[in-house]
């Protein structure tokens, strides 16, 4: 009841419970009525299940954050956390259904290969050559406290007070 998954074809966070039979999606929705209640309700991809997320923290190895350069393209980083424009980012739908790019939250950036095995991952201008991540959520609840180096694969995001996200 904690493993999310993101449909970036209709921007909807759903979840099937294993406990449910026919194991319907049900998604993150907003309550039209008061428009501030957040419920689960049947997947009907409407504008009150629609969640982008936005200056976003990818933290990988070590707690360490995704650091592009400050000044533009070029090699990543894993730095200290401390929510720099250069760390941020954004979960934006990929051109492959069921994947997402990252791309950073200020300017035409995203996370892009640079050769094969061993080689750079960059920051690089957005294009059809870009990494796409299938993206699976666990909540910080399923994650419990662990105390061993997480690694750096993107997969998993958890809402921190104060709205920003991080993916561990």
Not at 35 to 45: M, S
Not at 103 to 131: E, F, K
């Amino acid at each position: 009841d904690q493993e999310w998954q993101y449909d970036p074809t209709n921007s909807s966070l759903y979840i099937q419970w294993p406990a449910d039979p026919s194991h319907t999606r049900r998604c993150l929705d907003v309550d039209t009525t008061n428009y501030t209640d957040v419920q689960i309700w049947n997947c009907l991809n409407g504008s009150n299940q629609q969640w982008r997320f936005q200056h976003t923290l990818v933290r990988g190895y070590g707690g360490l954050c995704l650091t592009r350069p400050v000044a533009g393209a070029g090699p990543l980083t894993m730095q200290v956390c401390i929510d720099a424009a250069n760390q941020l980012w954004r979960v934006d739908p990929g051109n492959i259904t069921g994947f997402v790019r990252l791309r950073s939250d200020t300017g035409n950036l995203c996370l892009t290969l640079n050769g094969g095995s061993g080689s750079d991952a960059l920051a690089g201008p957005c294009s059809l050559n870009n990494i796409y991540l299938p993206l699976v959520m666990r909540s910080a609840l399923a994650l419990g406290n662990a105390s061993a180096p997480v690694d750096a694969a993107i997969s998993a995001p958890t809402v921190e007070p104060s709205g920003m996200r991080d993916f561990y």
